[in-house]
């Protein structure tokens, strides 16, 4: 394959050609009225196959506050300078132009379920025969967490940004970087442990530029994780944090995050006060405010949903589906887990509205997702997870299907090529 930057880069402009194929395509519809809130991995993937599966028969309407949906996947390589933010941001108009749905630039602040409509931050309300909710994450509050100062880079943006140029700037050869890993479930279960690695690997870089360890010390990269292990592929980065990193990599298990010195750039856990030159806090996740004060999560952490269509199981809210990371159906929380929710549910949508049943012995027997995640160790090499998630009839839960779970045998640059491949697929499935 081609090298992975140009890849990228030839993504991006097959956006802009396919913006002008939209405008020439799209067009008004009527129908059913579906809104669907955010337009990251599980929103842009919903609209853009009910478009394509229902066509005019839906009148879709994605609202996202944001012209374009930053990519999480791929975002740590941001921190390394490999790639930039803007490589990773997708524009909704062109997807929206192409596949002939309507977006609306606001933050949605009220679902009423009663009335069937949601408001807008920029006063408007718009009325739903069904609502998707594919809003992602918010933060729990910590003590002291002022997210301006102390980036966590854990919804891709300006915190990315943020991080990276505090990493490029402001840690000196030798210097230390702390790092919080959120307590289980969070997005992405292998990225904090790849995050860490690329700290690891910068701080070194950082280092051996200035005259190497010798001169300046052993950087220190200090890993606390609100777990009391390594979440996901164990063997590979145990393996890279004792053997690529050993110097440089401390890990603390068990280490809850309490509070922070914003100013300092400390925290305090339960393992112990640390403060580092660069700071980087990943606060526990949970579904956002606007779910959780509908009571969509029924005052659990995530919206409870039946898997088998991603609507809402909570009395009150038919017609209302919550899909990606705020949903609690137990698989993990990732890109790809979004993308193909989103399918399982655009299909549900399509059927519902059409009196057919979503339910049947057929469908049943195929619900099925998937999820997979490429994680860089160092700059040039990579690992990999999947696995994949099945119904269980009696059980009425997703779990992994036998023998689905795959993962490398630690890390290689063949995995650092292929995740470029992966993730332009991704992309291209998602949001071209
Ligand atoms: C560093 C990192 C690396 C990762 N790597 C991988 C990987 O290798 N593989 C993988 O599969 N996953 C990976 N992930 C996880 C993945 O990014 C998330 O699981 C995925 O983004 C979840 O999709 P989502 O649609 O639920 O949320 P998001 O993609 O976050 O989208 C949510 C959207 O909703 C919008 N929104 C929020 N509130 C409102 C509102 N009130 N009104 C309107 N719009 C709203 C937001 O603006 C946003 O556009 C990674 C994550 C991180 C942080």
């Known amino acids: 394959m081609s090298i992975s930057r140009r890849n990228l880069l030839r993504g991006a402009s097959g956006v802009a050609a396919l913006s002008m194929l939209g405008s020439l395509q799209g067009q008004a519809q009527t129908g059913h009225r579906v809104v669907v809130v955010g337009g990251g991995f599980a929103g842009s993937t919903f609209a853009r196959y009910l478009s394509l599966w229902g066509g005019s028969d839906f009148s879709i309407t994605m609202v996202d506050p944001r012209e374009g949906h930053s990519s999480c996947v791929m975002s740590n390589l941001v921190l390394t300078n490999e790639l930039s933010l803007a490589q990773l941001t997708f524009s909704h108009e062109p997807l929206a132009g192409r596949f002939g749905f309507h977006t609306e630039m606001a933050s949605v602040t009220k679902i009423d379920a009663t009335a069937r409509r949601i408001d807008l931050d920029n006063g408007k309300s718009l009325p739903y025969?069904?609502?998707i909710l594919a809003t992602g994450i918010e933060f729990d509050d910590i003590p002291g967490y002022d997210p301006a100062l102390i980036p966590h880079a854990w919804i891709a943006g300006d915190s990315t940004e943020q991080l990276r140029q505090q990493l490029n700037t402001e840690l000196p050869p030798g210097g230390t970087v702390v790092m919080?890993?959120?307590?289980?479930?969070?997005?992405?279960?292998?990225?904090?442990?790849?995050?860490?690695?690329?700290?690891?690997?910068?701080?070194?870089?950082?280092?051996?530029?200035?005259?190497?360890?010798?001169?300046?010390?052993?950087?220190?990269?200090?890993v606390l994780d609100a777990n009391s292990g390594i979440q996901a592929e164990k063997a590979t980065f145990t393996a890279a944090f004792n053997n690529l990193y050993g110097d440089v990599i401390k890990y603390v298990p068990d280490a809850k995050l309490i509070s922070v010195d914003a100013i300092n750039r400390g925290v305090e856990t339960t393992a112990g006060s640390y403060a580092g030159d660069v700071l980087n806090v990943i606060p526990n996740h949970r579904a956002p405010a606007l779910l959780r004060d509908a009571g969509l999560t029924a005052k659990g952490p995530w919206a409870l949903v039946d898997p088998v269509t991603y609507e809402s199981s909570v009395e009150g809210f038919d017609d209302i589906y919550v899909i990606g990371d705020a949903q609690a159906t137990g698989q993990p929380k990732s890109a790809h887990m979004a993308n193909a929710q989103a399918k399982v549910c655009a299909d549900a949508v399509m059927r519902k509205a059409s009196g057919l049943a979503t339910h049947s012995v057929e469908r049943l027997d195929n619900i099925t997702t998937n999820s997979a995640c490429f994680s860089p160790v160092s700059f040039t090499e990579a690992a990999w997870l999947t696995a994949v998630f099945r119904y269980n009839q009696t059980a009425q839960v997703m779990e992994l299907a036998p023998n689905s779970l795959g993962a490398s045998e630690g890390w290689d640059r063949e995995s650092y090529r292929d995740m470029y491949d992966?993730?332009?697929?991704?992309?291209?499935?998602?949001?071209?």
């Open 129 to 131: 025969d069904s609502l």
């Open 180 to 222: 919080t890993i959120p307590q289980a479930p969070y997005r992405c279960p292998p990225g904090p442990y790849e995050r860490a690695c690329l700290l690891a690997a910068m701080a070194q870089k950082i280092t051996d530029d200035a005259g190497g360890s010798g001169v300046h010390g052993s950087p220190t990269v200090v």
């Open 422 to 432: 992966w993730a332009n697929n991704l992309f291209s499935d998602t949001f071209v």
